[in-house]
């Protein structure tokens, strides 16, 4: 009997991926049909010779009811001559054009396919390839933070990973148990087993979230009893972009992480599976100077925040680095930590290296065999040293960015207060709250698709993330960090001139947007099911822009001037879901900032200048290693 209800349950699940493969092959149709639509002159030839025949009809009946007796035979021959000529004209044209234009159709159909179907491989292939260099606790702790992440997990999982987290089995069985009751809607059974492990698992969020602040957020969640739905989105790696255009810029690939290759890859399916991001934007339609006042404040805004985030990219860059090269740290990716942590954690890291180049170059004093050690140490250290200097110039950069935007912010408020007195009416209808969204239309997909495609192609990766014993074929060439950056570089250059990617304000309306989780989609997949999961995924995240609005409405009164009147807060409400209660909040104690005030006293956390010990360190390596080796 269970041999025969486990087939019947095969069958059934047998049928709902046929379902989803229709359903994708469906959508893959339309998308790469969008850009082929038949042009002018096959739709008015269709027209030409659909009129013909009509036209006779309505020539012969009108000449009888004139002239009481039928058309002249010659006149006939005229109207039947230009139908049987319009018929052959359009039927060829129409032949021709589908024989053409079909076959490019279904190339561009299949790149879409298999580019949905590899996007999700490569995604599996860097997440494996970020764990490689890690010590086995640091794949230990990332590993089960990416198993607690996912949205349909067994309650073995949940076991398997609280307890390679923890290593207490008594709480491994505990979130069993919490999983299982969860699944079957017992919840008040539940509520008495996340009673029972309340004690211990508030003390191992507390032990974790010190140095994995993400993965103990999603502990504590699966030990309530809290699940993420897919219209919930994940978060994403904050300001993954910016380092990824960095890399571009300084031609640095040691700036980008593969967190953030991830990252790119996601939001490349997101948007060719039709993912759409809202964001609100204020727009000044009204007086030029003040509109230019409006536009320089805004441009020395996002001056300073790209400072401010450099810092932190480049600290996290760093910590990434020397964690990937086996220097000890207590991090696996600096997801979620602080600046201050991560500065931390940097600083302790090059002391270590440091100190392993200093020793190794003593050791290589006395034997040439610690020469490769020595350099390959030295290598990582002078690296290591750019990157942080990198953080300290950013950090430098800040200061004349202040200034600047002291100097804007001054002008703006001269200007809007002398307008809010002679026009205040006028001022607040000039400032517009527009909702912009990011996405791709069926032609820019198509597009997209064929330029990555080509450039994977080119590259010769391979395939599938399922590894296996058998080698790579010749023509085969399997994934490392830095094919997997360049891929990440490729997608930023095609995405950026359909959604210009390089705009700040674009890159934070993308990274304050949760990303489409892609934890049910698994490795070894047909690729229409993916497709098909992709378009779900992708369209099921709900658009929220409560927090936006609410930020929004914090600006408007402490850098444009404008009150936040009720009218303000019930639209906000209405239009956006935004917490009425935070919003009356903010009207009620926020007030327009001053330059002095709003700038002097936001503290920007010091990079101190590098160690001297480090430098010293590094140019007596780089000075052994040219007198062993005098060519170098």
Not at 70 to 93: N, Q
Not at 119 to 142: C, F, G, K
Not at 310 to 337: C, E, I, M, P, Q
């Amino acid at each position: 009997m269970p041999k025969l209800f486990g087939l019947r349950k095969n069958k059934k699940l047998d049928k709902v991926d046929l379902q989803l493969e229709e359903r994708g092959l469906r959508w893959l149709e339309k998308v790469a049909r969008a850009p082929h639509q038949e042009p002018w002159l096959v739709v008015i030839l269709q027209y030409a010779w659909t009129a013909g025949p009509v036209t006779l009809v309505a020539a012969y009946f009108g000449f009888y009811l004139a002239y009481g007796t039928l058309m002249p035979i010659s006149r006939a021959y005229y109207f039947l001559g230009y139908s049987v000529i319009a018929v052959a004209m359009g039927v060829g044209y129409r032949l021709i054009y589908n024989v053409t234009h079909g076959r490019r159709v279904a190339k561009e159909r299949n790149n879409l396919l298999n580019l949905i179907d590899q996007i999700p491989e490569l995604i599996y292939l860097v997440r494996d390839l970020s764990q490689r260099n890690l010590t086995e606790d640091a794949r230990r702790i990332h590993s089960a933070g990416i198993l607690l992440r996912k949205l349909d997990l067994g309650p073995e999982w949940v076991s398997t990973a609280i307890e390679d987290l923890t290593g207490n089995t008594i709480l491994s069985k505990q979130a069993e148990r919490i999983e299982i009751f969860r699944r079957a809607g017992l919840y008040h059974r539940m509520r008495d087993v996340i009673e029972e492990a309340k004690e211990e698992t508030d003390k191992t969020y507390q032990t974790l979230r010190e140095n994995h602040p993400r993965t103990a957020e999603a502990l504590k969640k699966r030990l309530n009893g809290i699940v993420a739905r897919p219209h919930h989105g994940q978060k994403r790696e904050p300001l993954f972009i910016e380092r990824v255009l960095s890399a571009i810029e300084e031609d640095n690939e040691n700036l980008m992480t593969m967190n953030d290759v991830e990252e790119m890859l996601t939001l490349c399916f997101e948007l060719i599976c039709g993912r759409e991001i809202a964001y609100l934007k204020i727009e000044y339609t009204g007086h030029w100077h003040l509109a230019k006042a409006l536009d320089r404040l805004e441009e020395e805004r996002n001056d300073l925040r790209i400072s401010r985030a450099r810092v932190y990219s480049r600290l996290k860059a760093l910590t990434n680095l020397l964690s990937s090269a086996g220097v000890h740290t207590d991090f696996t990716s600096g997801t979620g930590l602080s600046t201050q942590k991560l500065l931390a954690s940097a600083t302790q890291s090059l002391d270590e290296l440091s100190l392993q180049v200093r020793d190794a170059r003593q050791l290589s004093l006395r034997t040439s065999k610690h020469l490769m050690a020595l350099s390959v140490k030295s290598q990582l250290l002078e690296k290591s040293l750019r990157l942080y200097n990198e953080s300290r110039y950013a950090y430098l950069k800040q200061g004349k960015d202040t200034q600047h935007l002291k100097k804007a912010l001054k002008n703006w408020q001269r200007l809007s207060s002398k307008y809010q007195d002679q026009k205040n009416e006028n001022l607040k209808r000039s400032l517009i709250i527009s909702e912009q969204s990011i996405g791709l239309d069926d032609e820019d997909k198509v597009a997209v698709a064929n330029t990555l495609r080509q450039f994977l192609t080119e590259s010769r990766l391979r395939k599938g993330s399922l590894r296996n014993d058998l080698p790579l074929s010749p023509t085969e060439k399997d994934i490392t960090e830095t094919r997997a950056r360049e891929i990440a570089i490729e997608i930023a250059t095609i995405l950026d001139p359909y959604i210009e990617l390089h705009d700040p304000q674009i890159q934070r309306a993308i990274e304050s947007a949760n990303a489409a989780s892609l934890a049910n989609i698994e490795p070894g997949m047909s690729a229409r099911t993916k497709a098909s999961l992709g378009e779900a995924v992708a369209t099921a995240v709900e658009k929220n822009l409560a927090a936006n609005a609410e930020k929004l409405a914090q600006n408007l009164i402490r850098y444009y001037r404008v009150p936040l009147s009720d009218r303000t807060i019930d639209f906000l409400v209405k239009t956006y879901d935004a917490d009425s209660e935070r919003l009356k909040f903010i009207a009620r104690y926020e007030t327009p900032l001053s330059a002095r005030y709003s700038l002097d006293n936001v503290s920007a956390m010091e990079v101190p200048p590098p160690k001297q010990s480090w430098q010293i360190d590094l140019y007596n390596a780089k000075k052994t290693l040219s007198r062993k080796y005098p060519s170098t």
